[in-house]
């Protein structure tokens, strides 16, 4: 037998996974249904042009709302899909560990998720063309909306791990999600202070999406706001690790 | 046999595969053996080439290797034929032979294959049964069936498995000195699987 190199599980089933999306016709559906929201809620929904604004914040506030409808519907299928036609069991069982099983669709599919955010590029194009952005809020606002798709990502893939079922995983990765949203969201929050002590609030909203994703909208790359999405991710793709080894039925 | 796969953790007991433990050197215990799971799972969307592709890739074949092996395979299974087809549109006994396929790719010591007749017209049965015969002669061979006669045509030792215990270990020739295999088995349990190990 022919020694076998084992650095390289992550990328096979990261390119396979990846072909998968474009031999079917979610890929296509995924990135068109983005794009056109996007643009949507960027040019009429928050009037782009009578804002008089070169700047991106009317398109990456509609990014947190987008994904939490979008992302549930590329990650339902992540395990559900395996579970339910049986290739988990030829999945985990090929020499590789179920880390790098994780890792390799965790990666494809943010990727995936990533084109179809760097595709949005002519959003940008428009602001410089209009006036003149300035560019940090703008990568800023990017890098904060690519590690907040990770984080809803991640969310999804855990659901998807929990269940054969991919409406199961659906809703419940959209609920976590609108959960995670809400909760440092100014309305709720507003609402909050009114009823509970402070501290509480800021604890709260400090678990939100929300709050970090506006930090780095502003243009602050805070550290803080890295951990905290870096975090979301690995306790997610930790919960989905436990939730696969620990399979006992059928 | 999912517990020899590593894919379930026993409670009790262990496996070993070439003295790698399953639990504890799963992934080294794995490299030595080929799977086939119950109803023979594959990615549909993918075709029959592309699919072994991404299973010579999963086992470290690279280039002209790999393409080597998977030629090889698509003749040993005859599947040369459907070579391009998505696995989806292929009928089950096609399906059946693209995951053995799989699980014989990169020829390893053992083999598991849980139900590999299942649901195969008299013609593929013939086949899968022979290829399993010819397997036999240089690889330990563990194959669940609730066919008896298969245990007879096939099989060097014969065990069944009751409620998860063991109620007989034995060459098929001595069970069959208790009465016919039907009646052997009919006597041990109601309900039970038969494993059957090809030598």
Not at chain 1, 129 to 140: E, K, V
């Amino acid at each position: 037998m022919e020694e076998s190199h084992n650095e390289l599980p992550v990328c096979t089933i990261l390119k396979r996974e990846w072909r998968a999306y474009f031999n079917s016709p979610v890929a296509y559906v995924f990135i068109v249904i983005f794009l056109a929201l996007a643009g949507f809620f960027t040019f009429n929904v928050g009037r782009f042009y009578e804002a008089g604004q070169a700047s991106l914040d009317r398109s990456f506030f509609w990014h947190p709302w987008i994904y939490l409808i979008l992302i549930p519907a590329v990650s339902m299928r992540l395990w559900a899909e395996e579970r339910r036609t049986g290739t988990l069991e030829l999945l985990l069982t090929f020499p590789v560990t179920t880390a790098q099983a994780i890792a390799g669709k965790f990666i494809a599919a943010w990727l995936f998720i990533l084109l179809a955010l760097v595709l949005t590029f002519p959003v940008v194009l428009t602001a410089f063309y209009l006036g003149s952005p300035d560019p940090g809020p703008i990568i800023a606002g990017y890098i904060g909306s690519a590690l907040l798709a990770g984080a809803y990502l991640a969310v999804g893939m855990f659901t998807s791990a929990i269940t054969r079922n991919q409406v199961i995983s659906f809703i419940l990765s959209a609920v976590i999600g609108l959960f995670l949203l809400l909760a440092g969201y100014p309305p709720v929050t507003d609402f909050l202070y009114g009823v509970a002590p402070s501290w509480v609030v800021e604890t709260v909203a400090g678990f939100s999406f929300s709050t970090h994703f506006e930090q780095m909208q502003r243009g602050i790359i805070d550290l803080r706001d890295i951990v905290y999405f870096a975090s979301v991710m690995g306790f997610m793709l930790l919960a989905t690790h436990v939730t696969l080894n620990n399979r006992r039925t059928k | 046999m999912r517990m020899i796969t590593g894919f379930l953790s026993p409670t009790s007991g262990s496996a070993r595969i070439n003295n790698y433990d399953v639990s504890e050197k799963p992934v080294e215990a794995r490299t030595l053996l080929g799977y086939l799971p119950e109803n023979a799972p594959s990615y549909g969307d993918m075709t029959v080439e592309e699919f072994l592709s991404f299973a010579a890739a999963m086992r470290g074949f690279r280039g002209k290797t790999a393409r080597h092996r998977i030629s090889e395979t698509l003749d040993k299974c005859f599947l040369t034929s459907v070579r391009n087809q998505p696995i989806e549109t292929l009928s089950k006994g096609y399906r059946q032979r693209t995951c053995f396929a799989q699980a014989i790719l990169h020829d390893p010591p053992a083999l598991i294959l849980d139900e590999p007749t299942e649901g195969l017209d008299p013609n593929q049965k013939f086949v899968v049964r022979n290829m399993i015969r010819d397997m036999a002669k240089q690889k330990a061979v563990i194959f669940s069936t609730h066919i008896l006669e298969e245990v007879e045509a096939i099989c060097t030792r014969a065990i069944i498995i009751s409620k998860g215990s063991i109620v007989a270990d034995s060459a098929p020739a001595e069970l069959k000195q208790q009465g016919s295999l039907d009646e052997v088995f009919r006597r041990l349990t109601t309900t039970a699987d038969v494993g059957g190990v090809a030598q």
